[in-house]
């Protein structure tokens, strides 16, 4: 029972620390940084902290197959493109939207993970999915918010940070044999730095503005909740528990990030947004709990 519940703990903390990505992010644009920079920011200095870890604790390159270094190093990519669209979203939605956008990775992540396995989603991922989807609606406090003015970029770059970031979470639930956790954060943050660097802002490492301003301290909190925990987590967890169910644990994302919002941003929450966060950990534990119930039933009948 404690193996079945460890592995769905660490994709609900992985996501946690992703919640608190976006209030950092606009804390940093609060500052007089571009989101640009400080996403760069993220990745810089979570590649520096990767790099070191590795140094530290492994020292030479996994042994891995050609098809395992195609799954990590698709995985960094699509890692550094959820890092650019989403932070281009934040210059276009207000915090709380842009996180309702990206949230829409669960049902995204549960239909590619049905699409790659050639297989439909199951009853308990549907009705999960539905009470996720009601209580990201709630939440976010969108019901009563005026979108006529909201740009069509933000909406675009919102549902491609979406789709960026399920086939982020589906290749990071391949098991890919030959490679430590450590290693593959490592290749993953550096493949991300590389993506970044080319549609961001990397002039911030040679013209001074990461190190000789304020900027680092935002780069090290994106760099540790945004690259460093989530990924090492993900890489111990998401093989284990599989592309759909990390999609739906993954939800804790939302809640973790209206609370966060409201307190460092002085964000107003209602009780609508309390109901649907409650929804929102309701629909996110279900298939968890049912799973874990089921485990039992199914060792009794084989022995």
Known sequence: MKGLLLYPLLIVIAAS??????????????????????????????????????????????????EGWKTVIIAGIFTGCTGIVYGESLNYLPAS???VMLFQFTWIGTFLDCFFKRRLPTRIELISLT?????????????DTDLSNIHWKGWVFGLLAALSFALTLQYNSRQVDGVTTISRMT????????????????????????????????GLLLGTFGIILPILLFAIAA????????????????????????IVLNEALTMIQV?????????????????????????????
Do not use: C, H
Request: glycine share 6%.
């Open 97 to 99: 939207l842009a996180v």
């Open 131 to 143: 009470i996720l989807f009601v209580g990201t609606i709630l939440s976010a406090g969108v019901l």
């Open 187 to 218: 290749i993953m943050s550096f493949v991300a730095l590389v993506v970044t660097s080319v549609f961001l802002a990397p002039e911030i490492v040679w013209n001074g503005t990461l190190f000789t301003e304020d900027l680092w301290q935002y």
């Open 17 to 66: 620390s992703y919640g608190i990505l976006s209030t950092i992010v606009k804390v940093a644009m609060s500052a007089g940084f571009t989101s640009a920079e400080a996403i760069t920011s993220q990745y810089v200095i979570g590649f520096l902290l990767a790099i070191t870890l590795f140094i530290a604790t492994q020292r030479k390159l996994p042994n891995m197959t050609k």
């Open 275 to 303: 109901s649907g966060i409650i929804l929102v950990i309701f629909g996110m534990i279900l298939p968890t709990y049912l799973s874990m119930k089921k485990q039992p039933a199914l060792a009794k009948s084989t022995s």
């Open 239 to 262: 093989p284990k528990v599989g592309g759909a169910m990390t999609s739906i644990l993954s939800a804790m994302e939302l809640p973790v990030a209206v609370t966060v919002s409201v």
